[in-house]
Nanobody, 126 residues
Framework: QLQLVESGGGLVQPGGSLRLSCAAS????????IGWFRQAPGREREGVSC????????NYADSVKGRFTISRDNAKNTVYLQMNSLKPEDTAVYYC???????????????????WGQGTQVRVSS
């Protein structure tokens, strides 16, 4: 069974940091581009960051540029999202998603992704 599992979410104070992980089971991530999305209550899902299969190409939403960093360790079959200088507006459920086809993943087109995790909650509050 192909699965993506996110972890690392939690409650953090403004200005704090979290590192999210996206681990794959049942398949290897080597050939997949990975995207991180988030959805806050009452808001549409939005793309946060994405990375190519080899890790050489990344993209970030303007709202997180300079604060978030995406990386991957294919040997561990895991992709990470390091989130620094967190703000209350970063509060959301964060999802990772995977695709091995096309190029629309780079533009955070949700339908371009084939597999999705269940999400991990991030809450930024004092």
């Amino acid at each position: 069974q192909l699965q993506l599992v996110e972890s690392g979410g939690g409650l953090v104070q403004p200005g704090g940091s979290l590192r999210l992980s996206c681990a794959a089971s049942g398949f290897t991530l080597d050939y997949y581009a990975i995207g991180w999305f988030r959805q806050a209550p009452g808001r549409e899902r939005e793309g946060v960051s994405c990375i190519s299969s080899a890790g050489g190409t990344t993209n970030y939403a303007d709202s997180v540029k300079g604060r978030f960093t995406i990386s991957r360790d294919n040997a561990k079959n895991t992709v990470y999202l390091q989130m620094n200088s967190l703000k209350p507006e970063d509060t959301a459920v964060y999802y990772c998603a995977a695709t091995r086809s096309g190029s629309r993943w780079f533009l955070f087109v949700a339908s371009a992704y084939d597999y999705w995790g269940q999400g991990t909650q991030v809450r930024v509050s004092s």
